[in-house]
């Protein structure tokens, strides 16, 4: 590299912008410098998020200074004031870090810290809440998708748009006529995704694996493969099924994991997904799916009203038990969705297919899968339609479009993709 561009890049790294990446075979984003801490070493029960104040610096001039303003390499995008500020916090209270992440969006510099043996993590978060050198103290906190874990009896090799639920029940065929997502981006925070899906290819924008750097679980990841498939499976390729809006584009961010435990459900954390929410703050991305959830965190719904205020559109999938509480679901604005079924949906909440999906697999499959967060990737599919035909549309108008445009499919009540599409196209003929 020229000496010129090292001062290009270091001046952009002072100025915040995230670590160069590179592209692995298959548009893997490789990490260039040392591997991040393994979110394995990471105990939700143990350990705490900590965050100080990170104001962006102009880089030093003086003599003997480096454009990084003295920050060792491993903390890109973190100003030596909040590193000091922490590694000050780290001897007061004798905390370990195990993971370290600049917050752009929010100003702030966050780690995950191992307390110190024989301190209660309750204790730790009080003395830390009164310390004027503290912005955030809380909980590193679990979260999970939304997907029962029972493995289907059936695989399809040779699958037909004739038997995938959600795709007749929205009537998403008919919205096809007028709109098929083009120019929308979708981001998935979810699992890794099989990129290499024939269903998949020329839908996936970028990834971003922001759990580790293996490769190959990324591709083998279930979970958000089943949701990319619904989302933007490719139409008309004489292959499997047809995702609800098939000309979008999607944004796959990594930030949940399985455990080595057989049938165990995947696991995302509060660093692994405040750092793909930082990361969606600067993109273009328009719609967010979180078929995921847990409890109340305040990082996380920092992150997330920052990114409706910039314009976003997020769709939550609804937890199993029904109670609509918690991260994501607790952001006011936020589209929660559950499965369609008998019962009135809680107010405000939107209903959608989500038993017997057939969707994408990895290792180029396909099988059916149930949960909310097939409902929820039903939604945004259909959020995409609405916004290549309407993209000043905001999350307050698709919601009202969407509830008011539901209709009875297999005996319930759901959101389809056709009457919201034709509603949007008679309400923009009608417009002075």
């Not at 270091?10 to 100025?15: D, P, V």
């Not at 990471?42 to 998020?49: K, N, Q, T």
């Not at 609800?244 to 692994?272: E, F, G, H």
Request: aromatic letters at 4%; glycine letters at 10%.
């Amino acid at each position: 590299m020229s000496g010129r561009a090292l001062v290009l890049l270091a001046l952009a790294i002072a100025l915040g912008a995230p670590a160069p990446r590179t592209m692995a075979r298959d548009g893997h984003p490789g990490n260039a410098g040392a591997p991040a801490a393994t979110v394995a070493s990471m105990d939700a029960h143990r350990d705490i998020v900590l965050a100080v104040a990170n104001p962006l610096q102009p880089p030093s001039t003086h003599a003997g200074s480096s454009l990084l303003g003295y920050a060792p390499p491993a903390h890109y995008g973190a100003g030596q004031r909040a590193l000091s500020v922490m590694d000050a916090l780290k001897r007061r209270y004798g905390l370990r870090e195990i993971a370290g992440w600049p917050i752009k969006p929010l100003g702030l510099y966050c780690a995950v810290l191992e307390p110190p043996p024989g301190t209660t993590r309750d204790e730790l978060l009080k003395a830390l809440a009164a310390d004027a050198r503290v912005q955030l103290a809380q909980p590193l906190q679990d979260f999970s998708v939304y997907a029962q874990q029972a493995a289907p009896t059936r695989r399809y090799n040779d699958p037909y748009v004739d038997l995938q639920r959600g795709f007749v029940l929205t009537d998403a065929a008919s919205a096809h006529a007028l709109s098929q997502g083009q120019g929308v981006d979708v981001a998935i925070v979810d699992t890794g995704v099989d990129v290499r899906h024939p269903e998949l290819q020329g839908r996936i924008r970028d990834v971003h694996n922001l759990v580790d750097d293996d490769e190959h679980a990324f591709d083998a990841d279930p979970h958000g493969t089943e949701v990319a498939g619904i989302v933007a499976a490719d139409g008309n390729n004489r292959l499997g099924i047809v995702g609800i809006a098939p000309k979008a584009t999607l944004s796959i961010y990594k930030a949940c994991w399985y455990p080595p435990v057989a049938d165990a459900a995947a696991r995302c954390n509060s660093l692994t997904l405040a750092k793909a929410l930082a990361a969606i703050a600067d993109t273009r991305v328009r719609v967010v799916n979180l078929s995921l959830g847990g409890p109340i965190d305040p990082l996380l719904h920092m992150l997330l009203t920052r990114l409706l205020d910039q314009g976003r559109i997020v769709v939550a999938a609804m937890p199993p038990d029904g109670k609509p509480g918690g991260f994501p679901n607790d952001v006011p604005g936020v589209i929660v969705v559950r499965v369609a079924g008998a019962g009135t949906a809680p107010p405000g909440v939107l209903s959608a297919p989500g038993t017997d999906i057939l969707t994408t697999q990895p290792d180029s499959r396909y099988d059916f899968t149930t949960g909310s967060s097939m409902a929820a990737a039903h939604v945004s599919g259909i959020i995409a339609l609405l916004l290549a035909l309407a993209p000043e549309l905001d999350a307050r108008g698709v919601h009202a479009l969407l509830r008011d445009s539901s209709r009875v499919s297999g005996g319930v009540l759901q959101v389809n993709a056709a009457a919201a599409v034709e509603q949007l196209r008679g309400a923009r003929r009608s417009a002075p």
